[in-house]
């Protein structure tokens, strides 16, 4: 009977949905990892320790990037609205958008950097479409890079690409990000907005432990004094 049982619910389709976004949360961590420990290469830190709110949409599938089509999910953690440092994971979908890519193309990983409480706000709303002056810009690569510079001192939001093995800033001007509560209901068990997840102090599920932990990483040095 206990077979049985376990049989079924390995086969149930909230159990397959359930360990889908447990490795697209793993998949994210992995992403964050890999891109700042590449040499020379990477987004400058000092960007990211500034950063209010910081999203990562692993692995975006070849075919896929058609304007009007769905082709990403991910997450999108913040920080600065309670005192414990990043906030757990909300997911997320982008959407549309005439990004730059090659429908054909590989898999591709993008990140983006909130850099102050308007992106933010924007970014934590059910729907937002990426545009505007000085909305959205490709961010710089490298490490050490200064993060002095007019793009990075002005847009909200900075955003980078990764496919076959490049690294490069990306502008994803047209995009529409959503959040997807479907998503957060399978991670936290009831369905959650956003904003309710990253302003509400919501405990990180197991699964985001792995990212939580490569977040902490880059958490501004006063944070990480007081641990």
Same mark, same amino acid.
């Given at each position: 009977m206990r077979l049985l049982i376990t049989g079924l619910l390995l086969a149930s389709p909230f159990f397959?949905?359930?360990?889908?976004?447990?490795?697209?949360?793993?998949?994210?961590?992995?992403?964050?990892?890999e891109i700042m420990s590449s040499p020379g290469k990477g987004i400058p830190e000092d960007l990211l320790r500034k950063a209010h709110c910081i999203a990562i949409v692993p692995g975006m599938k070849e075919g896929a990037f058609i304007v009007g089509a769905k082709f990403g999910k991910g997450f999108v953690s913040c920080r600065g609205f309670h005192d414990a440092?990043?906030?757990?994971?909300a997911a997320i979908r982008i959407e549309g958008g005439s990004v730059g890519f090659q429908i054909g193309g590989s898999a591709t990983d993008i990140v983006m950097l909130v850099m102050n409480d308007r992106g933010a706000?924007?970014?934590?709303?059910?729907?937002? &479409? @990426?545009?505007? /002056?000085?909305?959205?810009?490709?961010?710089?690569? #490298?490490r050490e890079t200064s993060a002095d510079?007019?793009? &990075? @001192?002005?847009? /909200?939001?900075?955003?980078?690409?990764?496919?076959? #093995?490049?690294?490069?800033?990306?502008?994803?001007?047209?995009?529409?990000?959503? /959040?997807?509560?479907?998503?957060?209901?399978?991670?936290?068990g009831r369905k959650l907005g956003n904003r309710e997840i990253i302003n509400g102090a919501v405990p990180p599920p197991p699964a985001a432990s792995r990212l939580m932990s490569e977040l902490r990483t880059y958490s501004p040095r006063e944070q990480r004094s007081a641990r």
């Amino acid at each position: 009977m206990r077979l049985l049982i376990t049989g079924l619910l390995l086969a149930s389709p909230f159990f397959a949905s359930t360990k889908e976004v447990d490795h697209r949360l793993d998949a994210s961590a992995a992403v964050l990892s890999e891109i700042m420990s590449s040499p020379g290469k990477g987004i400058p830190e000092d960007l990211l320790r500034k950063a209010h709110c910081i999203a990562i949409v692993p692995g975006m599938k070849e075919g896929a990037f058609i304007v009007g089509a769905k082709f990403g999910k991910g997450f999108v953690s913040c920080r600065g609205f309670h005192d414990a440092g990043w906030s757990a994971p909300a997911a997320i979908r982008i959407e549309g958008g005439s990004v730059g890519f090659q429908i054909g193309g590989s898999a591709t990983d993008i990140v983006m950097l909130v850099m102050n409480d308007r992106g933010a706000n924007k970014l934590l709303s059910s729907k937002f &479409t @990426l545009g505007g /002056e000085g909305e959205v810009a490709a961010g710089p690569v #490298g490490r050490e890079t200064s993060a002095d510079t007019d793009v &990075t @001192l002005h847009a /909200e939001i900075l955003s980078w690409s990764r496919s076959r #093995g490049a690294f490069a800033g990306v502008s994803l001007q047209g995009a529409t990000l959503r /959040e997807d509560m479907d998503d957060n209901e399978e991670l936290y068990g009831r369905k959650l907005g956003n904003r309710e997840i990253i302003n509400g102090a919501v405990p990180p599920p197991p699964a985001a432990s792995r990212l939580m932990s490569e977040l902490r990483t880059y958490s501004p040095r006063e944070q990480r004094s007081a641990r």
